[in-house]
């Protein structure tokens, strides 16, 4: 039997608030068994960095002392939000896919953002080659292994971060605008989520947003913008 693919609508918000809502679009979902996406946009400028990162580092590298800074519920590294197209996939422990090797699923989702970009033109590729070194930079600074580059060209267009757990799996992504100027997002997106269901075996249904306990998600975004947090390495 085919899972639900629901799509909510877009949204606007802080990067504390855009961290809570995933966080509970990961473990508060109803119905539980459905897969989720959002598309969100910032209030601002913003970056945000990943679980293990040291908040240290991660200012040194920020020249924008004005932009929000949140540490995500995801790994990986800095991402600059402040010209990106942003976007959750959750998929429920109850699918197959939730339970795939981490690199297999990175590489999965990001063909089909390959094939949605090539329906309008861009040509991109999977990078091949691991990184050098170690040390965390700027998400589009440099590519990891199955991140999303322009073919003959040295430029990372798109990353993610993941998160597994008891709930099921949860990718952030961010495809870097200003190396896509043709791109309609709007077609993107609909080309992006239809490859999407078509690989998870889902059917697509357009829902409302979800409507989470205030006093639970407004506790949620103070956490995720709170010192103990983002400074907590």
Known sequence: MAHSFHILPDNTGSAAQHMAFDSLLLQRYQPADAIRFRHYEWVRNAYTFGLSQRYSYITSEVSDHSAEIVRRPTGGGLVDHTADWTYTLVIPSSHPFSKGQPVDSYRDVHQCMIDALALQGVEAEFNLTPPSQSTPSVCFNKAELYDVVLTNLPSKVAGAAQKRSKAGYMLQGSIWKP???????????????????????????????????????????????????????
């Open 179 to 233: 190396l896509a100027s043709r791109v309609d997002w709007e077609q993107f997106a609909t080309d992006f989520t239809a490859s999407l269901a078509k690989l998870l075996n889902a059917e697509i249904e357009y829902v409302s947003s979800p409507s989470w306990n205030p006093e639970e998600e407004d506790a949620l975004a103070d956490q995720f913008d709170s010192e103990n947090w983002n400074q907590r390495r």
